[in-house]
T-cell receptor, first 112, second 115 residues
Framework: QQQVKQSPQSLIVQKGGISIINCAYE??????FPWYQQFPGKGPALLIA?????SEKKEGRFTISFNKSAKQFSLHIMDSQPGDSATYFC???????????FGTGTRLKVLA | NAGVTQTPKFRILKIGQSMTLQCTQD?????MYWYRQDPGMGLKLIYY???????DKGEVPNGYNVSRSTTEDFPLRLELAAPSQTSVYFC??????????????FGSGTRLTVV
């Protein structure tokens, strides 16, 4: 119940295309869902986050779609660029636990 | 601001040796965490702390110890290093925002190899 399942493990997209990464969870107590971006040799950095009372959040080319009934959320990267090539982690949190549960990560490569 | 600083960046240990991975943050964050990252396995929580003097185990605490004597520092101790502890270790901190918002600030990691 504490797991967050992330797919795909790796993704190759052409420049200008849409990258889509999916995550699913079981525990309905989760109340905050962030996405992290990690470049090689660096620590993960917060990219965008959403709460379950909102179905979509957009920041620039990055959008989170949230489906509460299906217990799924996804990251969409519009107009993907080679500079977006990185590993992306979804995560989930519920108040009182003090810690996030991370997905296993998706390695994205955007071809020039 | 330096954020979260980890030292060393790289280290090679022999089996059975011990070492301490250092982590310090200058954001006055109460919450601090140690994760290990293995290829294809995501981030696994080793230990965490909700404030000075308070620590608790995460998912994979065996073979590790922590202490939190100050708000700024959260060192991770490896006793009797084993090849299974070869990994990249990340320290992170988080402020007191409600309901987990604000996210973690991660350090740049320590790449440890045990041979």
């Amino acid at each position: 119940q504490q797991q967050v399942k992330q797919s795909p493990q790796s993704l190759i997209v052409q420049k200008g295309g849409i990258s889509i990464i999916n995550c699913a969870y079981e525990n309905t107590a989760f109340d905050y869902f962030p996405w992290y971006q990690q470049f090689p040799g660096k620590g993960p950095a917060l990219l965008i986050a959403i709460r379950p009372d909102v179905s979509e959040k957009k920041e620039g080319r990055f959008t989170i779609s949230f489906n509460k009934s299906a217990k799924q959320f996804s990251l969409h990267i519009m107009d993907s660029q080679p500079g977006d090539s990185a590993t992306y982690f979804c995560a989930a949190y519920f108040s009182g636990t003090y810690k996030y549960i991370f997905g296993t990560g998706t390695r994205l490569k955007v071809l020039a | 601001n330096a954020g979260v600083t980890q030292t060393p960046k790289f280290r090679i240990l022999k089996i059975g040796q011990s070492m301490t991975l250092q982590c310090t943050q200058d954001m006055n964050h109460n919450y601090m965490y140690w994760y290990r990252q293995d290829p294809g396995m995501g981030l696994k929580l080793i230990y965490y702390s909700v404030g000075a003097g308070i620590t608790d185990k995460g998912e994979v605490p065996n073979g590790y110890n922590v202490s939190r004597s100050t708000t700024e520092d959260f060192p991770l101790r490896l006793e009797l290093a084993a090849p299974s502890q070869t990994s990249v270790y990340f320290c992170a901190s988080r402020g007191p925002a409600e309901q987990g918002s604000g996210g973690y600030t991660f350090g740049s990691g320590t790449r440890l190899t045990v041979v």
